[in-house]
């Protein structure tokens, strides 16, 4: 996972295409498509279950969503992974995004369900984030008046419906 504050804000800036905002140029969706469905796949296996995947998503700069059954974790809660349009970014929540910190999600996930997850992104070439910094304000490129009144986050322009 990329845990380095400065390469996670140069990687997001580098990232946020000044001209789409649902996806970069030379965005490739029967790619990224085929990708996210190895990715469902890599999962069901990991954690021995059938994963809840999200695969409707329109209008957004999310690619799609995974949901782990607790039934199928060692942390005993719902893991929830993120796919960005962008960049191949992910990120693996405890229960929900935006539920808890970086730091109470560590603590309660457990270090076996954080790895399977961990592994299966990084064979598939995704680019694991952490969640926390994606909350804070967009201050990138765009005028944040093109998202919802009070949801110019970081997490909008790269794993929420615009």
């Known amino acids: 996972m990329l ?14 295409d000044p001209d789409r905002l649902e996806y970069p140029i030379g965005y490739d969706h029967r790619a990224e498509r085929a990708r996210f469905e190895r990715l469902a796949q890599r999962l069901d296996a990991a954690f ?7 695969r409707h998503v329109e209008d957004a700069s999310l690619h799609g969503r995974i949901d782990i059954p607790a039934t199928a974790t ?20 405890v229960d929900n ?4 910190t970086d730091a109470e999600a560590a603590d309660l996930l457990h270090t076996g369900d954080r790895d399977r997850a961990s592994a299966a992104l990084a064979e598939l070439g995704y680019t694991h984030i952490p969640e926390g910094p994606l909350w804070r304000r967009y201050d990138g490129t765009w005028d944040p008046a093109v998202f919802s ?4 986050s970081w997490w909008v322009r790269y794993f929420d419906y615009l």
Do not use: H, K
Not at 3 to 16: F, I, P
Not at 48 to 54: A, K, P, Q, T
Not at 79 to 85: D, F, H, K, Q
């Open 3 to 16: 845990n380095d504050d400065a390469q996670l804000w140069q990687l997001l800036r580098s990232l946020d």
């Open 97 to 100: 995004p935006g539920v808890w």
């Open 74 to 93: 060692a942390t005993g809660r719902p893991l929830v992974i993120v796919v960005s349009n962008f960049g191949g970014l992910a990120v693996l929540a």
């Open 149 to 152: 009144p009070g949801d110019n």
């Open 48 to 54: 021995g279950c059938r994963c809840e995947v999200d």
